[in-house]
């Protein structure tokens, strides 16, 4: 298992942009699915976007066309750039890996988190 570590949070007005970083210690970085989620203050966390080890994407609708997720695996190293940032985008970002089968959208399926960085977009 990995442990991620997220940072590149901040806050930016309105039609910013933000690129988040997640560095992975341990072993298997290479070999899992890597993705980012949020989490509102008083909502549930959520998913955002995901990356598999070939480089395979999948985006929550609400981001598609404005985030873009990636990995460096040699690196040990996931990004999220986030552009025409909103204030809904506002929440903890996470950083996690899938070591297991089951939903890639569903929190409860994945394994190793980082302790997130804050996004703050203002109006």
């Known amino acids: 298992q990995v442990q991620p570590v997220e940072s590149g949070g901040g806050l930016v007005q309105t039609g910013g942009s933000l690129r988040l970083s997640c560095s992975a210690s341990?072993?298997?970085?290479?070999?899992?699915?890597m993705g980012w989620f949020r989490q509102g203050l008083g909502k549930e966390r959520e998913f955002v976007a995901g990356i598999s080890w070939k480089r395979e994407t999948w985006y929550t609708d609400g981001v598609k066309g404005r985030f873009t997720v990636s990995r460096d695996n040699t690196n040990r190293s996931m990004f999220l750039q986030m552009n025409s940032l909103k204030p809904e985008d506002t929440g903890v970002y996470y950083c996690?890996?899938?070591?297991?089968?089951?939903?890639?959208?569903?929190?409860?399926?994945?394994?190793?988190w980082g302790q997130g960085t804050q996004v703050t977009v203002s109006s």
């Open positions: 996690a890996q899938k070591r297991r089968t089951g939903s890639r959208y569903d929190s409860a399926h994945w394994d190793d």
């Open positions: 341990g072993d298997g970085f290479g070999v899992y699915d």
